[in-house]
């Protein structure tokens, strides 16, 4: 027969499958469960797939194939998230309009996924730069835009349902709008946002190291812009309360609450004194949140971000200079670079002091960075013998510590302090000293009676507080969702009606930045104007953000042709919420908190009918490059000239890590290929557990390293599936480890599953034919007891194994069948069909062939699923370890349901054991059937 050859086998099967639309899923569930199961869909970025994208993409096509064959009407999409600024990037060195190169980057993407044999229905594809489709983007802008959150309520309502008093009404439409304004879900406001001028936009916080573009390395400072925002803010307490239901990863939910950051404290009011002090200044006061009001003694003094608007108001003259150029540096950070825990703490003083209101001590006023005027209220009180970041820099600038918190006796002696003396900042609860009335009480308590003073006292409030912000929306780029407004001559918004949807962006040639806050968008001037009733309005220049279009996209999978909604009603309320969403963990924050937050208005506003989109959420692990072995600077060095002797070479490493130390990357001259390769294993050996290389004699480290382009280790699919098989790569992606784990890729690995697939092969066609035809092996005869029990064991293992993600342990199992089998005489064609139904969500093209090799005539894709009989899973015999004193001493062949008598009978009478004993009295005898039987003697 002709060996088993993937590039005949694969390509006939997914052309079989596209021709006859199998995987399609049709509206009519024909009363069968429902499973919606999701990929994050991907960016098709210019470089195509590497071999970790396939990792999600299997895991959601095995289970897809899994249900569809348990009987489940099953959803499995496949799209593009295609805006974005890489595009704009190529479209600015090349002159190439964007969505030609878009077009070509997911014509490639399909390319490859389709070759890998998924199961998607590709009649429900979608693309985010579609005007199909960003036309309901825009839609569910305007309705965000329409939306306020009712407080009371607490869920999002029309804005025409906002109350509006008499006096306001009175003043006519334009007052209401006025009014509106400030309590609409999609909102303008001036914002100091990072500004990139070579790219000519504002970037996320996340965008910006070290004062530069994540892209480009460009410089980036913080201004004010006028900006679109989302009010996320005020779904804060539900996006964190319903989380809780949710089946997602304890990790992912803390990172979600992490971020949302919601905390419970007070507000406290300091006055301002003047510069004789302490004479008052005018009545200024700075207001600062803190989660910690009970060591409002061990204030010694204060901290202002250096926008805050008191900062150029209480400066002395003497401080100015210093003041405005840390202000100037302060612009060129981001606000993830300002409050990174490791920097070295910078600061300066105003020149002024206020008054702590508990003790009335006069404490100075600092500007540093590592405050932000985005959280809180721009201001702290700063406690520096109890919180870590106030530590360092009262230790930076020697300003005074005053311990209010009895730390624990542990902390004391492995931190070396002592109470009067402190060389950490103690941060822990614990009981009050040095604080008026408050001492002897537990923090709990001590918050307690200082929040009441405060209140009592008119110095301070209550106050509940979030780190989330309010979601920046806009972009200075060409390549996004353009927003569907008109501003007025008064800078007002008017929302563009539903029957001028979708607005589409105008042709251009030149997408470069205009270096100022306009955008590209800015020089379309036919497009930009526009003239209604004889008024003049201009569009807006900005465009949505990448985040837009992948906030609802699983929402028009379900119905992605429909062109009067963004999905109908009734197959809104069939297929959600999702029951599985795979993707990376990269994406655990803002990508699902954007999406969650759209979701719950649309839900508020009666247009979904569920209030969480995503049930059942998995990342997998990220699949790194192969092992390569490194070595000390030192040691390549020395031996450099004996390397090249050996026809080994090394390249000098920098980690990425600060702590870490270069290495060197050594490889080997492959004389025959003409090019360096990883070191093959007859270079290595091991001793003491330790890894060397055999000669020249260097301590050796196995580092895998996540694949990129700058450490050349990227794998491309198309090289494994062009090699060893699309099903060769699927198997190994899944056998590598549990799925959420991260893993090195191994080419050996990815052999190794080729030659079992190949194994498969044999154990069921005939190699000493020059045409395919069943092994004779395989006979049409009643299995005996053994085999059944191997393959309702099987059955057994492998369903439950797939439905619990637990894929690696599932191929395990089927290799061991087959390892079985192939060593039997006969195998009985009522055992091998079924196991290849259990194949078949692994590998279905190998599959879908050796199926038709049996004899059948129709696609197994929708065989059901094989049933295992319990009784049929449990063996006649078993063996039990007997035990000698607890030392084992033989191995019992019992039958399997023997009870503790009998198997202590059992042990007694055994001649190794009873040689074993050796005539000594048996004291006592511990036996538990099925597990072990001990004999205690003396």
């Known amino acids: 027969m002709p060996s088993y050859n993937p590039a005949d086998i694969e390509p006939r099967w997914q052309q079989f499958w596209e021709t006859n639309k199998t995987f399609r899923t049709e509206d009519d569930s024909e009363g069968k469960p429902k499973y919606y199961i999701l990929d994050m869909f991907p960016y098709p970025s210019g470089s195509g797939l590497h071999v970790g994208h396939p990792e999600g993409y299997t895991a959601t096509d095995i289970l897809a194939r899994f249900k569809r064959m348990n009987g489940f009407h099953v959803l499995h999409p496949m799209g593009w998230d295609a805006f974005g600024l890489p595009a704009e990037q190529h479209a600015v060195q090349t002159g190439e309009h964007p969505s030609t190169n878009t077009k070509n980057n997911i014509d490639n993407f399909r390319r490859q996924i389709k070759s890998l044999g998924f199961s998607y229905d590709w009649d429900r594809e979608v693309d985010t730069t579609d005007p199909a489709y960003f036309r309901w983007t825009q839609w569910i802008f305007l309705t965000i835009y329409e939306t306020w959150y009712d407080p009371i309520q607490k869920k999002g309502r029309p804005i025409s349902e906002l109350p509006i008093p008499e006096e306001v009404q009175l003043r006519g439409p334009d007052a209401v709008r006025k009014y509106q304004e400030p309590y609409r879900l999609a909102y303008r406001n001036e914002q100091p946002v990072n500004w990139c001028p070579e790219l000519g936009t504002v970037l996320a916080n996340e ?20 900006q679109w925002l ?3 803010t005020a779904y804060a ?8 239901p949710l089946d997602w990863s304890e990790s992912i939910k803390q990172m979600q609450r992490n971020w949302i950051g919601k905390s419970e404290g007070a507000e406290v009011v300091f006055d301002i004194l003047g510069q004789s002090p302490p004479v008052a ?30 900062v150029d108001v209480i400066t002395t003259p003497d401080q100015r200079e210093a003041v405005r150029s840390y202000q100037e540096a302060s612009a060129r950070k981001s606000d993830f670079d300002r409050t990174e825990l490791a920097k070295k703490k910078t600061g300066v003083f105003t020149g002024a002091y206020a008054v702590n209101p508990v003790n009335c001590e006069r404490i100075p006023i600092w500007i540093a960075d590592y405050v932000l005027t985005s959280y809180g209220t721009g201001a702290i009180m700063a406690v520096p013998a109890h919180d870590e970041r106030d530590f360092e820099f009262a230790k930076q600038f020697a300003l005074p510590l005053v311990t209010v918190v009895t730390p624990n006796a542990k902390w004391l002696k492995d931190t070396g302090s002592t109470v009067d003396n402190l060389t950490a900042a103690y941060t822990d609860d614990g009981v009050a000293m040095n604080s008026g009335d408050l001492n002897g009480l537990d923090t709990t308590a001590a918050k307690e009676k200082i929040i009441a003073h405060l209140e009592a006292n008119q110095l301070g409030t209550r106050k509940i507080n979030y780190k989330l912000r309010d979601w920046l929306f806009s972009r200075q780029r060409y390549w996004g969702e353009p927003f569907p407004v008109l501003h007025g001559a008064d800078d007002t918004v008017i929302p563009l009606p539903v029957s001028d949807l979708p607005l589409t962006l105008p042709e251009m040639t030149d997408y470069k930045p205009t270096g100022s806050p306009d955008g590209p968008l800015a020089k379309a001037t036919d497009w930009l104007t526009v003239t209604r009733d004889g008024v003049t309005y201009r569009r807006e220049t900005n465009t949505m953000p990448q985040w837009a279009g992948s906030c609802w996209y699983f929402l028009r999978f379900i119905d992605p042709k429909n062109p009067h909604a963004f999905a109908d009603p009734a197959k809104l309320k069939h297929w959600l919420p999702v029951d599985l969403y795979i993707g990376g963990a990269e994406h655990a924050v803002l990508h699902l908190l954007y999406s969650r937050f759209w979701h719950k208005v649309l839900f508020d506003r009666g247009y979904v009918y569920c209030p969480e989109p995503f049930q059942k959420l998995v990342n997998q692990g990220m699949i790194l490059g192969e092992y390569e072995y490194h070595c000390s600077v030192a040691d390549f060095e020395k031996h450099q000239q004996s390397l090249v002797a050996v026809e080994i070479t090394g390249t000098l490493r920098k980690p990425e890590e600060e702590d870490k130390v270069p290495t060197y990357v050594l490889k080997f001259r492959d004389e025959a290929a003409g090019v360096f390769v990883d070191l093959p294993d007859e270079k290595i050996f091991k001793e003491k557990g330790k890894t060397y290389l055999a000669s020249p004699k260097i301590e050796l480290t196995a580092k895998a390293e996540k694949m990129s382009k700058s450490r050349g280790n990227v794998i491309n699919p198309d090289d494994v599936v062009k090699e060893y098989g699309a099903d060769s790569l699927r198997l190994f992606e899944m056998f590598m480890g549990p799925l959420e784990a991260v893993k090195p890729w191994s080419t050996k690995g990815v052999e190794g599953v080729y030659r079992f697939l190949g194994r498969v092969w044999r154990m069921l066609t005939d190699d000493a034919t020059d045409t395919l035809k069943l092994n004779p092996s395989v006979k049409d005869v009643e299995p005996d007891k053994e ?12 369903g439950e194994d797939t439905e619990r993600l637990s894929f690696n342990t599932a191929i395990a199992t089927m290799m061991e069948f087959t390892n079985y089998f192939t060593k039997q005489d006969v195998r009985p064609k009522a055992v091998m069909e079924p196991f290849l139904l259990l194949l078949a969500p692994y590998a279905p093209h190998a599959a879908e062939e050796l199926w038709a090799a049996l004899g059948h005539t129709t696609t197994l894709a929708y065989e059901p699923w094989p049933k295992f009989d319990p009784a049929l899973t449990k063996a006649d015999s078993i063996e039990i370890p007997v035990q000698v004193n607890g030392k084992l001493k033989a191995v019992l062949t019992v039958p399997a349901g023997i009870d503790a008598a009998g198997l202590e009978a059992a042990a007694r009478a055994d001649a190794k054991v009873i040689e074993a004993v050796g005539g000594k009295t048996i004291k006592k005898v511990i ?4 597990q072990m039987v001990n004999l205690v003697v003396g």
Request: charged residues 25%; positive net charge; aromatic residues 6%.
């Open 927 to 930: 036996a538990k059937p099925p």
């Open 787 to 798: 085999a059944l029990r191997v393959l309702h064991r099987t059955i057994q293992k492998v």
């Open 230 to 232: 989302m009010r996320i």
């Open 207 to 226: 965008e910006v190291i070290d004062g530069k573009s994540e892209r480009g390395g460009y410089p980036v400072v913080r201004q004010p812009l006028t």
């Open 281 to 310: 200044s005018g009545g200024l006061s700075v207001t600062v949140y803190t989660t910690r009001p009970d060591t409002l003694y061990g204030a010694t003094y204060m901290v202002l971000s250096p926008e805050h608007r008191l």
């Open 237 to 244: 307490d539900r996006l964190l309360s319903d989380l809780d």
